[in-house]
Each structure stands twice: as structure tokens, then as C-alpha cells.
């Protein structure tokens, strides 16, 4: 474990002397030391956050390494089969090695890792995002750079969940464990969804969406964090502009999951309960 905190403590030493001073990504040891962290995110090895006891802790000398790998990569075509790609970046292989099952057209970038029981539709994930075991990846969802997707996690068709580069010290968009997340739903700009939570069908949440608690008697508002096991669904609310009030989009908390159930089963009652299109 010693040797393994050094190593990573050198990438970081190395990492962050390349970011103060770019003339050094010409140098091979640097470009080793960034093509090196590629490969520990792509197995899983380092994130670019991960959760503690205080909240999630964003590894920002990580995403400094992968925004200098793509400078230092040249333009490349990959062939797999009848198609043709021409890129930067390689994709990601040896799924079956990794217990990952992938339906064609799937595409993971390396750099991206996919744990043990990750099923990918026909889908997109993007370099340096993390996509625990047992994860639905549907028809057309997109993972974007660096996103955190929890274990047991059902990302539904068309679903968007937004990458996170720039800023350094931005959290990523994080989908904590035991999620649901609805058909056309978009969640960017660094949003976290808490644990079992429940978005229904073409909820968009970004860090300045209203998401607001109706299940009370006073409406609560929050931003940025949908709060563990809500049940959510699009909602509106009025806006006064000086060229009159209009119907400004949001999202509203309806409810909870209840923890009596088992998981997989409250998924569907609880949109049942509700009466939520997925």
C-alpha cells in the first residue's frame, strides 16, 4: 500500500509541475507520467472524486492529468470491423476480461472505467468517468468526462448526464448508488443525485435548477443536490420578467422511496405510486 500511495504521489508531483508549466509536455516523463494516470483511471485504480465521510472529494490533480493527455495524444484511426474512427483518444477493450457485457453500437473511451457488472446499451462514456457494478447504461445515454455513476444505478434511454472538466475544483455530475434515473432526463454542471433516488422521464436538473420539495407543507428548495431517495418529476413555476410572467422550468420533489421495500421492486412502485412517467 505504501509503494502504491508513493507512485500515485509522484504522478501527482509530476502532474502538477506539468500544469504550472506546459513547456514540460514535451519532455517523455511527463507524458508517461499523464499516459500512466490514464491507465490507473481506466482500471480503476484512482477517480477523479471519490466519496468520503465528509462528502465527495474532487481529486483535482487528476483531472488536471486528463486535460493534458489530450495535447499530448496525436489524431489516430481506429478500425473495429466496417468502422472507422479517427480520434485522440483510444477506446476502451478487454470487456469481457472485466465481467463487462457491451452491446453493440456501446463505445467507452479509455480512460473510463466500468466495474464488474456494468451493462452498456447501445451508449456512450466518456474519459475519466467511474460506472459501478450492476449499472444499466441504456439505449443512447451518455456518461460524460469524468462523471460518477453509483452501483446499481439504471441510467434510462436518452439519458444525459453532463461531464465535468474545467473548473479544476468542480465537482463532477455524481449519480450516487441504487439511482433511477428516467427516460430523456439531462443532469449536468457538477448536480449530485443522492442515493436511491427517483427521476422521473425528461427531468433537467443543472446547478441552477430549482428543485423544489412539494411532499410538505412548505415548499423547500434546493440546488445541485437532489437529497436521497426523493421522487422527482418536472414541474414549473411562475417568473416575473419585464416583459410580463412566464412559466420558468424546475423540478419537484413529490415524495419518497420507502426503505421497507427492496430496491430493484421500489423502483417501479414507487413511479407506480406516484403516477411518474419513466
Given at each position: 500500500m505504501g509503494s502504491t500511495s508513493n507512485?500515485?504521489?509522484?504522478?501527482?508531483?509530476?502532474?502538477?509541475?506539468?500544469?504550472?508549466?506546459r513547456d514540460l509536455l514535451?519532455?517523455?516523463?511527463?507524458?508517461?507520467?499523464?499516459?500512466?494516470?490514464?491507465?490507473?483511471?481506466?482500471?480503476?485504480r484512482l477517480r477523479v472524486a471519490e466519496p468520503t465521510s465528509d462528502g465527495w472529494q474532487v481529486n483535482d490533480w487528476v483531472k488536471k492529468g486528463v486535460v493534458m493527455y489530450f495535447p499530448i495524444q496525436k489524431m489516430k484511426t481506429m478500425e473495429v470491423g466496417i468502422f472507422e474512427y479517427h480520434d485522440k483518444i483510444p477506446l476502451k477493450k478487454d470487456y469481457e476480461a472485466q465481467g463487462v457485457r457491451v452491446v453493440p453500437h456501446a463505445i467507452a473511451r479509455h480512460g473510463a472505467y466500468l466495474e464488474k457488472g456494468v451493462i452498456m446499451m447501445p451508449s456512450y462514456v466518456n474519459i475519466g468517468a467511474w460506472v459501478g457494478g450492476g449499472t444499466m447504461v441504456d439505449t443512447w445515454a451518455t456518461v460524460g468526462s469524468c462523471a460518477q455513476i453509483g452501483r446499481n444505478v439504471h441510467l434510462s434511454g436518452g439519458v444525459g448526464i453532463g461531464g465535468v472538466l474545467e473548473p479544476l475544483q468542480a465537482t463532477p455530475t455524481i449519480i450516487e448508488d441504487n439511482c433511477f434515473i428516467?427516460?430523456?432526463?439531462?443532469?449536468?454542471?457538477?448536480?449530485?443525485?443522492?442515493?436511491?433516488?427517483?427521476?422521473?422521464?425528461n427531468v433537467v436538473l443543472t446547478k441552477s435548477t430549482r428543485i423544489i420539495d412539494v411532499s410538505g407543507a412548505e415548499p423547500i428548495t434546493h440546488r445541485g443536490m437532489v437529497p436521497p431517495r426523493s421522487v422527482v418529476i418536472p414541474g414549473s413555476y411562475t417568473k416575473e420578467f419585464p416583459a410580463g410572467n412566464y412559466q420558468v422550468s424546475c423540478a419537484l420533489i413529490i415524495g419518497k422511496r420507502k426503505e421497507s421495500t427492496d430496491k430493484k421492486v421500489s423502483l417501479n412502485e414507487a413511479l407506480r405510486e406516484y403516477d411518474v412517467a419513466v
Open positions: 507512485n500515485f504521489e509522484a504522478l501527482k508531483n509530476t502532474i502538477t509541475q506539468a500544469w504550472d508549466n514535451k519532455e517523455a516523463e511527463t507524458q508517461h507520467a499523464i499516459r500512466a494516470l490514464i491507465e490507473h483511471l481506466d482500471k480503476g428516467g427516460s430523456r432526463c439531462i443532469v449536468v454542471e457538477g448536480v449530485q443525485v443522492g442515493k436511491e433516488a427517483v427521476l422521473g422521464a
